[in-house]
């Protein structure tokens, strides 16, 4: 109880998601919060809410992602407002390496966030006075609950509430790559964008703190299996420490550079130096990196800016020092021999049975065909005839055995499990129709995925509507048979099938034309095997945004009425073009 005239505090949970500390005097006024959780931001940014800089001190306020998933503790990603005083959010690893900047404010959008101008549901804005700087937002539809966090992944993600699917509905998202983020990836560790788990540890480490590890926690890192035999305190001339060629390889920052003549004197160098982990020499100059390798990231093979990393491991990593048990290891090397010749002609065996296969084809996973990455290299002469290049990866012209026409997709930024992605592919394989691009196999080996798809040797419905100088004019009739298939094929998508499935790319391009002009759906069912969200949407969408259903910029939930939308586009393209006819 308190006495008359007194006050108590009440502490009171918004709806806003602000949990404010008040006075409450007894005469039932309003009074100021005395404390409120959104001058405190953690993980969470909701509207209403600011993430600011403290004019006077120079202080930022930091928007800080979790240590793991399941541990709230700080961890090691924040956003911030810059410091310097500009309107830019930067992102920062430890609060020391920057990774990301939105680029100032002009207004309306961040400089470096185009995609803004698309944007009809946050409503931003910069306030700026003599104490602090900082954004606020609020929405435009008021229905929509929205999240904006910095994740343990170390990007910030926009998300919003889907009621009827009940879960989070990713819109957007920053760095784009995982492998972006610095250091998401620990020490020791290397980053492989298009690969699930992302991280791994390099030849020769294991992770520091299995725990940490598995619940994809790496600030912990991976640690050597074997010492280094300059850490030895009575070291042999016998097993000096090597170094372990690591290609294709973004080489990690903060090497010292050495002015030395050649490769082998950059190898010397870090070999005299006990810390010194790892070298590259690359056009004449050695680098050298000291202590811990931190933010390594693994290129593809044909990403011509990778460099090879040499990386510094004792010798027994090597697997072929000799010792004093020479004669041990001649009998077993000898049987270990003998039993990979057998091995060898067993493999080669089976090869040359599963060569004679392909083309004729090797039926799995119902009716469709798993094919070799070699396969396809072949079919399609190492890749060489593009058709042309879909917002999941390009497309290129095939002859398989029996001299049938294929069209093969690359897929990119497949971030699945080879088990997910043959029961993807699996489901969608299943799903045929008339008015649908028949798929005939995939190829799944290490991080490449492939479809394969029938050839259609008419190409697709964009280049008859809008570059017809080369191709058929087609005419009304022509057009109505066209618009009708699509519909069938659609419709089949959305109804008769045992999961619904919404296409989310409807457009002339994906509509591909046989040789009798009947109209094929393409690329349905990818959507889900890539994951779509809004920035994906985006960056796909290559001056297509005439058939983007408004749904995608609300960041409401997506359905078959999409398609509709962008169908109904699509049918405006027919007629208005048809003018020419
Ligand atoms: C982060 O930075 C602090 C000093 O600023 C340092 O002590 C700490 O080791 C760093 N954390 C990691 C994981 O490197």
């Given at each position: ?48 809410g ?25 961890g ?59 954004f ?39 760095p ?107 056009s ?142 699996s489901?969608?394989?299943?799903v045929q ?12 080996e ?29 005419d ?44 094929k ?61």
């Amino acid at each position: 109880m308190t006495s008359p005239g007194a006050s108590s505090f009440v502490a009171l949970l918004l709806d806003s998601g602000n949990l404010i500390l008040t006075e409450s005097p007894n005469d039932g006024s309003a009074s100021e919060s005395l404390w409120q959780s959104f001058d405190h931001p953690i993980d969470t940014w909701l509207p209403g809410g600011k993430i600011k800089l403290d004019k006077k001190t120079k202080q930022p306020q930091y928007l800080t992602s979790w240590k793991n998933k399941e541990n709230p503790a700080t961890g090691l990603f924040s956003l911030e407002l810059d410091p310097k005083g500009t309107t830019s959010y930067l992102i920062l690893w430890n609060k020391s390496e920057e990774y990301w900047r939105s680029g100032p404010w002009d207004g309306h959008i961040f400089s470096l966030v185009p995609e803004m101008r698309l944007n009809y549901i946050y409503n931003f804005s910069f306030v700026s006075n003599e104490n602090e700087s900082y954004f606020t937002y609020s929405m435009y539809n008021s229905s929509i609950i929205p999240r904006f966090v910095m994740d343990v992944s170390g990007q910030i993600k926009q998300l919003s509430w889907l009621e009827n699917a009940l879960q989070w509905n990713l819109f957007w998202s920053q760095p784009r790559q995982q492998c972006e983020v610095y250091a998401f990836c620990g020490a020791f560790e290397r980053c492989t964008e298009n690969s699930m788990p992302y991280c791994s540890c390099l030849t020769g480490f294991e992770p520091k703190s299995l725990p940490d590890w598995n619940l994809e926690d790496h600030s912990s890192g991976c640690e050597r299996k074997k010492t280094l035999q300059c850490e030895n305190s009575n070291p042999s001339k016998e097993d000096k420490d090597r170094f372990l060629a690591i290609p294709n390889m973004a080489l990690p920052k903060h090497a010292e550079s050495v002015g030395v003549g050649n490769a082998g004197e950059c190898e010397s160098t870090c070999l005299r130096n006990c810390s010194c982990t790892a070298y590259a020499y690359v056009s004449n100059v050695c680098s050298i990196w000291i202590g811990t390798l931190l933010n390594l990231r693994q290129l593809s093979s044909d990403d011509s800016s990778g460099q090879t990393l040499y990386l510094k491991l004792a010798a027994s990593e090597f697997h072929d020092d000799e010792n004093s048990n020479l004669n041990i290891i001649r009998v077993v090397s000898g049987v270990v021999v003998g039993i990979l010749i057998l091995l060898a002609l067993l493999l080669l065996f089976l090869i040359s049975r599963r060569r004679r296969m392909v083309g004729a084809g090797k039926p799995v996973e119902g009716s469709l065909v798993a094919f070799g990455y070699r396969d396809l290299h072949n079919s399609t002469r190492n890749f060489s005839e593009k058709l042309g290049g879909g917002g999941f990866g390009s497309v290129f012209k095939g002859t398989l055995g029996d001299s049938s026409l294929v069209a093969v997709k690359k897929l990119e930024s497949i971030s699945q499990g080879e088990k997910q992605f043959r029961t993807e592919v699996s489901t969608i394989g299943t799903v045929q129709h008339v008015n649908l691009v028949r798929l005939r196999g995939f190829c799944s080996e290490g991080t490449r995925r492939l479809l394969v798809y029938d050839y259609m040797p008419n190409g697709s419905l964009d280049f008859h509507l809008f570059q017809n100088k080369n191709y058929k004019v087609l005419d009304w009739k022509m057009r109505y048979q066209i618009a009708l298939g699509t519909a069938r094929g659609l419709a089949y998508l959305h109804e008769k099938c045992r999961d619904c499935i919404v296409h989310c790319d409807i457009k002339p391009e994906n509509i591909l034309l046989d040789a009798d002009y009947c109209p094929k759906v393409a690329d349905f069912g990818l959507a889900k095997l890539v994951g779509r969200d809004f920035s994906r949407v985006l960056t796909t969408m290559r001056g297509t945004r005439g058939y983007l259903a408004p749904e995608w910029i609300a960041g409401v939930a997506i359905t078959a009425k999409a398609d509709v939308y962008s169908y109904g586009m699509m049918l405006f393209k027919c007629l208005l073009t048809a003018r020419r006819v």
